[in-house]
C-alpha cells in the first residue's frame, strides 16, 4: 500500500501547477472552452458557495469540472459530494459536467467533440431530412463509436446511421438485456454524432428505425440510461421516453491513474489478486488492502419506452 501511495503521489505532484494549485488537465479543458469563450474565468466558489466550480459559463448556465481520480476518490471525497454538487449546481439553473481525470487523458477528443455540441459550436449543421437512413454493419458501427462517442463502443446487436452525402455523421445501436428475465426488453446502447456535426432531428430519425426493429423482434419495452456526469437527460425526454427511475451515486476503483470497474472487483476476484483477508470482509476492505479506494459518480437516470 505504501508503494500506492508513492506512486500516486509522484503521479500527482508531476502534474500539479505550484502557482494555482490547478491541474495541468483541468488548465487543458479551461483552455479549450476559453478558447470559445474568451470572457470566461476561472474557478468560483460565489454560483454553490462554499463548493467550487472549476469552469463556469453564464451565457450558458454551464459549468465544467476535471476530476482528479486520487484526489475524487473515497479517501478525500464522500460518496454523495459529487452527485449533491450537480443537485446544487441544477438548483441554480446550472448543467455541470463532470470529466474524471483519465477520461480527458484518454477519451480527449471524444469529450471535445461532446463540449462542442454541449456549447453549440459544431462546425457543420444538417437537418435530418437531408440524411439517409441505412443499417450499418457492425464494423463500421464500432469503429464508428469508437472515435466520436465518450465511452467507445459497446455490444451491437443492430445499428441505425444517416448518412450525408455518403458520409456517416449519427448512429444509434442497440442490444438485448444483459440480465436474465428481462428478455422482453431491448436496450438503446448509444447515441453519437460525427465530431464537429449536428444533425437537427437526427435523434427522433435514428430511435423511429429502432423501434420498428425492436417491435420486429418482438421486443415489449425499450431502455436506456442518462449519466448525470454527462447529461441531464433532456435529450430522453425530447424523445418520447418516460423516467422510471432516479439512481443513486454508484463506485468505480481508482487504481494509480485510472478507474476499474466494480464487476472486476467483486470479493473472489481481489482475494486472487493478494486481498488480504478472506470472503468474510468486506469488498471494500479487501479492496482497501490492494490500495483500491472507490470514486463515486453523481448517480442514473433510466428512461424506458412502451413499444406495446
Known amino acids: 500500500i505504501e508503494g500506492f501511495y508513492r506512486g500516486i503521489l509522484d503521479s500527482v505532484c508531476s502534474h500539479m501547477v505550484p502557482a494555482t494549485g490547478s491541474s495541468i488537465p483541468e488548465k487543458e479543458v479551461y483552455a479549450f472552452i476559453k478558447s470559445f469563450y474568451p470572457e470566461i474565468k476561472g474557478s468560483t466558489k460565489k454560483i454553490i458557495a ?3 466550480l472549476d ?7 454551464l459549468a465544467v469540472e476535471h476530476n482528479g481520480l486520487y484526489w475524487h476518490s473515497e479517501e478525500y471525497k464522500d460518496k454523495n459530494y459529487h452527485f449533491n454538487k450537480t443537485k446544487l449546481a441544477s438548483e441554480k ?11 480527458w487523458r484518454d477519451r480527449q477528443d471524444q ?20 440524411t439517409d437512413l441505412r443499417v450499418v454493419n457492425k464494423k463500421d458501427a464500432s469503429s464508428f463509436l469508437e472515435k466520436n462517442h465518450i465511452q467507445g463502443t459497446s455490444s451491437i446487436d443492430a445499428a441505425f446511421g444517416l448518412y450525408f452525402k455518403d458520409e456517416l455523421v449519427a448512429i444509434m445501436t442497440g442490444n438485448k438485456h444483459h440480465r436474465q428475465g428481462q428478455e422482453e426488453i431491448y436496450v ?10 449536428s444533425v437537427a432531428g437526427g435523434s427522433s430519425k435514428l430511435l ?47 487504481k494509480r491513474d485510472s478507474r476499474i470497474s466494480k464487476q472486476s472487483c467483486q ?16 469488498e471494500q476492505e479487501l479492496a482497501l488492502s ?19
Open 50 to 52: 462554499p463548493l467550487e
Open 188 to 197: 438503446l446502447n448509444r447515441l453519437a454524432f460525427k465530431s464537429g456535426i
Open 267 to 282: 470479493k473472489k476476484n481481489l482475494i486472487k489478486r493478494g486481498a488480504i483477508g478472506t470472503m468474510d470482509n468486506t
Open 208 to 254: 423511429k428505425a429502432l423501434v420498428t426493429y425492436a417491435k420486429e423482434q418482438g421486443y415489449s419495452k425499450l431502455v436506456s440510461w442518462s449519466d448525470n456526469r454527462w447529461s441531464e437527460g433532456r435529450v430522453y425526454e425530447k424523445m418520447g421516453f418516460t423516467l422510471e427511475e432516479e439512481m443513486g451515486p454508484d463506485y468505480s476503483y481508482v
Open 93 to 103: 439553473g446550472i448543467r455541470l459536467i463532470h470529466i474524471f481525470g483519465d477520461e
Open 55 to 61: 469552469i463556469y459559463i453564464p451565457e450558458l448556465n
Open 111 to 130: 469529450i471535445k467533440n461532446y463540449l462542442l455540441s454541449v456549447m453549440g459550436k459544431n462546425l457543420t449543421n444538417i437537418g435530418a431530412r437531408k
Open 290 to 308: 490492494l490500495g483500491l479506494y472507490r470514486i463515486w459518480d453523481c448517480g442514473k437516470k433510466r428512461w424506458t419506452m412502451d413499444l406495446s
